[in-house]
């Protein structure tokens, strides 16, 4: 999964795992970990020792670091060069580590390899794959929630894997019933059950050695899979909302945590709404039915937007066209919002109206409506003295 070593490239790699403050805890390479234990190695075996080398083969490597995991895990700081440079630091990035202390525990990163991929939301590097998490209940599937995670997925332009669980609390019929809809969409999902152990190792299959970003609303069992997939893991499980029909958020913050199979799997903080902030030009290619319609035949105008435009391929009976409709209004009003706040000319503003309703009203003449102060009209009074003498 690295991709480069340390005999190939004479320096020593990682990758970063977790970003807390201004440190960085990175997951060093094997090779960084081989490194390692020949330098403890030297250090702790006697002098005589050293000079002999079937002497030092034969010491038992284990004893003298019981304490250390191979590959090790560094708290690195940041070079001040990258800090001068603007040189962000990522969950998920590849970085160049130097001055390692493996006795104890520390490092500093010197430089970042390029990414292959980077997600703002969550903020994470050269990530392969996302696994969309959704129960089919408790909390009950909603299908406009789930298209909307699904969009933002797409949106990433990352591989898209769906799992449902909790398929326990349904019967076979109801499962192939929810099977039969998500093929119409362009999904096949993998229905699991973490509490009954169902299909949860057909699902590691798929995220074996790629690094993989967990993702779905709160309390449809992200952090229960992942216990169940990672016995390190450990990670706080939340119950769902009586009231809400909600999961609580349990998870904080990113971090990677690697598969006993290998890969990483990122669990990110649980949300119910992602954003829809992408380009609503680009929105109808986030729909796999809609870009098998397009792969066919092509719309009269090349801006087309698929409302009601003459001659548009794209328009039409299919069951997420609605949901493509809305999305497509909120990205129309993000991106005017973006054009406004760039814009300092705009006469229009987007004011809270509470309850998480939202308008458009005009702005008012900047100062037009103020009362002058006393300091302003005393300063005014002297001027117009001093034009009279």
Excluded at 265 to 280: E, H, K, S
Excluded at 312 to 329: I, S
Aim: overall charge negative.
């Amino acid at each position: 999964m690295t991709g480069e070593n340390f005999a190939a490239t004479g320096q020593l790699l990682g990758t970063v795992v977790a970003v807390q403050a201004n440190f960085y805890r990175v997951q060093m390479d094997q090779e960084a970990g081989e490194q390692r234990s020949s330098t403890s190695l030297r250090e702790a075996a006697p002098t005589t020792a050293l000079s002999d080398r079937g002497a030092e083969e034969k010491l038992n490597l284990n004893a003298l670091l019981p304490h250390c995991p191979s590959p090790p895990l560094l708290l690195c700081t940041r070079r001040t060069r990258l800090k001068k440079i603007g040189q962000q630091v990522m969950v998920g990035d590849r970085v160049v580590v130097e001055e390692p202390d493996w006795a104890g525990g520390r490092g500093a990163i010197a430089d970042v390899l390029p990414r292959q991929s980077e997600l703002d939301r969550p903020a994470i590097a050269n990530v392969n794959q996302i696994l969309l998490v959704f129960a089919v209940a408790d909390p009950p599937l909603e299908p406009y929630q789930l298209s909307r995670f699904l969009i933002k997925a797409e949106s990433t332009g990352l591989d898209v894997l769906l799992c449902l669980n909790k398929s326990d609390l349904i019967s076979a019929r109801e499962q192939q019933q929810v099977s039969d809809r998500l093929l119409g969409w362009g999904y096949q999902p993998i229905f699991i059950s973490v509490k009954d152990g169902i299909n949860t190792e057909q699902a590691a299959k798929y995220l074996s050695n790629k690094i993989t970003v967990i993702a779905g609303p709160s309390g449809v069992g992200k952090s229960s899979l992942i216990n169940t997939l990672i016995d390190s893991a450990k990670l706080r499980v939340g119950e769902v909302s009586g009231k809400l029909a909600r999961g609580r958020h349990t998870t904080r913050h990113i971090e990677l945590f690697e598969l006993p199979n290998g890969g990483l799997l990122a669990d990110t903080p649980g949300f119910n709404q992602p954003d829809m902030d992408c380009v609503p030009e680009e929105l109808i290619h986030y729909f796999p039915e809609a870009r098998k319609r397009l792969a066919v035949a092509s719309c009269r105008f090349s801006d087309c937007l698929h409302r009601d435009e003459p001659e548009c391929v794209v328009r039409g009976d299919w069951e997420r066209y609605e949901h493509y409709l809305e999305f497509l209004d909120a990205a129309i009003a993000h991106q005017t919002q973006l054009h406004q706040q760039a814009d300092p000319e705009s006469t229009m503003k987007l004011k809270s109206k509470g309850k998480g309703q939202s308008q458009y009203e005009p702005k008012l003449e900047s100062k037009k409506y103020r009362r002058i102060s006393r300091k302003t009209q005393l300063q005014d009074l002297q001027e117009l003295y001093r034009d009279e003498e």
